[in-house]
């Protein structure tokens, strides 16, 4: 009832919304404000045959191709290579004094290279991995400059001050998940928030999931 994304991919849950919450007991009339500047960014591998995904389904998994990434140190390196240029484009190069960033990742081990590889690129900055594992404090959440995290973990309910940049490394269909991402970004004095996420173009899944990104975030975004 307290969910301010009333909203699903399932049709059969849309169904039980409905039944549980009828739409002539929803207020519907509130404008949507479009604040944030939204962009989709493309990247591929340059052989993909080489990237072994170990799956038991035939449906696509994000946690397994970073895992199949994490296996490969020149891919992690080309990995790392290329969220370190998106965090210079989308965040340093634009961002004022106290202003935020945050990268969703998601596993533990992605989050863990990449707050480590970000880390070392700025050492004039504080940068975090906030996974709710032990020695995780809520505070890399909050407080640090970059924060990498998960979106179970910082995808809903946090409220980051000053939150300039979202970075979503993970390819996901979810409505809840990209709207709630999208959330965490909040209007700026004079200033816009950036959202960019991630689409491997080698996949057919992760492009289909990019094209439902854009019919949602049309309706949400600048």
């Known amino acids: 009832y307290l969910s301010a994304t009333l909203v699903h991919n399932d049709r059969n849950i849309e169904s039980m919304q409905r039944v549980m919450i009828p739409s002539d007991c929803r207020y519907m009339g509130i404008k949507q404000d479009k604040y944030i500047q939204a962009y989709s960014v493309y990247y591929a591998w340059n052989d993909i045959n080489k990237l072994h995904v170990d799956s038991a389904t035939t449906m696509y998994s994000h946690n397994e191709y970073e895992m199949a990434i994490l296996k490969d140190e020149e891919r992690v390196k080309a990995y790392v290579k290329l969220l370190i240029w998106l965090v210079d484009e989308g965040y340093i190069q634009k961002k004022k004094e106290g202003q935020k960033l945050v990268i969703f990742a998601s596993c533990v081990e992605m989050c863990t290279v990449l707050a480590n590889e970000i880390a070392k690129a700025y050492p004039t900055l504080t940068c975090k991995r906030y996974c709710g594992t032990e020695g995780d404090s809520y505070d890399n959440l ?81």
């Open 142 to 222: 909050l407080y640090a400059d970059i924060r990498v995290t998960t979106l179970g973990s910082g995808g809903t309910g946090h409220d980051i001050e000053n939150l300039k940049t979202t970075i979503l490394t993970v390819s996901v269909d979810s409505l809840q998940s990209n709207i709630q991402t999208l959330g965490r970004l909040r209007k700026l004095k004079d200033d816009e928030p950036l959202f960019y996420y991630l689409s491997c173009t080698d996949f057919v899944k992760p492009m289909e999931y990019d094209a439902s990104k854009r019919v949602v975030l049309s309706k949400k975004a600048k």
